[in-house]
């Protein structure tokens, strides 16, 4: 199943790269991650007729679509707010540089290597999973705490019962 990331379809590498960046705080929104053949050409044909914004000819290659590559272009919404320049710059901070691509087009980004991409999102997924592991283990020592409480409250009665009855004596009721 393809991975989506704002209901746009994404490799699995920037899903994990770009899902941690809002995790951490930074807000923006994705526009356009990758595209299929079809999309491409349906965005193509509008260019062509005077009816859409700049689109690359479709082919395996072209920014959106790379085909079986991680590294594919991303639209992202720069809305004033600086959306797209904070997560270029966190990007950034976890090793992945990134380009604006297209001149005039302020939105379109491409990580400058495959490579950094791919490194970045398999940390991520290792920090997830550490994390994950963590939190398991806490949840079992949790539990491990109140079985031992348990234990303590079981042995409490039983002494307190013990001593009850020696006092009952003591008082002889
Ligand atoms: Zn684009």
Not at 121 to 129: G, H, K, P, Q
Request: aromatic share 6%; no cysteine.
């Amino acid at each position: 199943m393809a991975s989506t990331f704002d209901g746009k379809r994404v490799s699995a590498e920037w899903r994990a790269v770009l899902q941690f960046a809002r995790d951490q705080g930074v807000s923006f929104h994705l526009n356009s991650g990758q595209r299929t053949m079809r999309e491409q050409q349906a965005l193509y044909n509008a260019y062509l007729h005077g009816s859409g914004v700049l689109a690359a000819r479709p082919n395996a290659n072209a920014p959106h679509i790379k085909q079986g590559r991680a590294d594919h272009a991303l639209d992202v919404q720069e809305d004033g707010t600086g959306g797209r320049h904070r997560l270029q710059a966190f990007l950034r901070s976890i090793g992945i540089p990134t380009s604006l691509t297209v001149p005039g087009e302020n939105w379109h980004m491409e990580a400058d290597s495959q490579q950094d991409l791919i490194t970045a999102a398999f940390r991520i997924n290792s920090l997830r999973a550490w994390r994950k592991k963590r939190a398991r283990a806490v949840a079992l020592r949790k539990v491990a705490r109140v079985i031992r409480w348990r234990k303590h409250w079981d042995k409490a009665v039983k002494t307190a019962d013990h001593n009850i009855q020696l006092r009952k004596k003591q008082l002889g009721i």
